[in-house]
């Protein structure tokens, strides 16, 4: 009887983030050099219910690796979370022939991952958020291109801030998680950075420090505050009335998400998309991919899920006592 050939899917899914594209790449490459056929999903999950899918080859991921966003697209794909949008993404699955799925992408998407892997498609996550918030992964794809954005901006800002003498408040991207602000504030000498993990009390943390390292000569200063913790807008005005320093607040926003991805993101992205079709060419399936202590490992979906990551508070520390 003739073998069959086996076929992988890959998708990008939730938020985008440079560096998936690299990923894209090394599934792809690295699939085909195994003998495996591939095919790319469109728009997350949405492909794999509509059947919005094509084969790939080897010219298909030329020229991706240094783009930022993703060539497959990504979207939330609300049927998805239902039972029956995972039974027809499994029927699409089968239809095609796809033995086993590379999804790239958070914390949500490794849960679809994990409801297609117990009906029996083989799927394996990878790690691709700018928030660098999964838990059971010391690194994302993405966070250190974000990072490189972020801090490229706020020495724009300083620049102005110096010439001024004024505070400038700047909301950083996380999703909740302190990640991107705390090395953002370290590598750009905030004086202050308001993030969830840690209590903060804005006249203490900001406006007494202002007011204190005023006395020492300095004139400008970087607030850092993480997204959605307040009104960065209100929150400069505040600073003003009981500093009397000039403040403005700037929200960089989706600026981060874009761009093209740093060597670290390409690099770490490459391992491992190479590791996940290693996994697939296996068919082990409700696995993801992640980096731990500088090594490329793999863990079941639900154990990952289950583990819990904070900011580093020594690094905090550490601002907390040069950023004066
Ligand atoms: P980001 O960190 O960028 O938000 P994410 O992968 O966590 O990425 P989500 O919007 O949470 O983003 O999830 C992406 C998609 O994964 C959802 O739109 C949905 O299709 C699927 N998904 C999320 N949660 C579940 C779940 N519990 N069960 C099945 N599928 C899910």
């Not at 697209?73 to 029956?84: L, N, Q």
């Not at 499994?90 to 117990?118: E, H, P, Y």
Request: glycine fraction near 12%.
């Amino acid at each position: 009887m003739e073998n069959k050939k086996k076929k992988i899917g890959v998708l990008t899914s939730g938020g985008d983030a440079p560096g998936m594209n690299a990923a894209i790449r090394a599934v792809v490459r690295s699939a085909l050099a195994r003998g495996m056929e591939v095919v790319g999903v469109r728009h997350g999950y949405n492909g794999l219910i509509d059947g919005d899918i094509f084969d790939m080859n080897l010219r298909s991921v030329s020229e991706i690796l240094h783009r930022g966003g993703t060539i497959l697209y990504t979207a939330r794909c609300k049927e998805f979370r239902t039972r029956e949008g995972v039974l027809k993404a499994k029927d699409t699955c089968q239809k095609l022939g796809i033995d086993g799925l590379v999804v790239i992408g958070g914390d949500g998407s490794f849960r679809g991952a994990r409801d297609l892997s117990l009906e029996g498609i083989p799927c394996v996550g990878l790690p691709g958020t700018i928030d660098n918030d999964i838990s059971c992964s010391d690194y994302c794809i993405g966070f250190d291109t974000a990072l490189n954005t972020a801090v490229e901006a706020v020495d724009r800002l300083r620049d102005t801030s110096q010439s001024h003498d004024r505070c400038n408040v700047v909301e950083i991207m996380g999703n909740g998680a302190g990640h991107l602000s705390l090395d953002c504030g370290i590598a750009c000498g905030a004086s202050a950075i308001w993030v969830n993990e840690v209590d903060f009390d804005v006249d203490v943390s900001i406006v007494q420090r202002i007011l204190d390292t005023g006395k020492t000569g300095k004139h400008h200063f970087i607030v850092i505050v993480g997204e959605g913790i307040t009104d960065v807008h209100s929150l400069a005005r505040y600073i003003e009335e009981r500093t009397g320093v000039e403040s403005r607040a700037t929200v960089l926003g989706h600026i981060q998400r874009g761009g093209s991805p740093t060597a670290k993101d390409r690099i770490m992205a490459t391992q491992l998309g190479y590791h996940a079709v290693e996994l697939l060419e296996q068919g082990i399936g409700n696995r993801v991919v992640v980096i731990r202590e500088n090594h490329v490992v793999d863990f079941d979906i639900l154990e990952a899920l289950q583990m819990k990551k904070g900011i580093d508070r020594k690094l905090y520390e550490i601002a907390r006592s040069i950023n004066i």
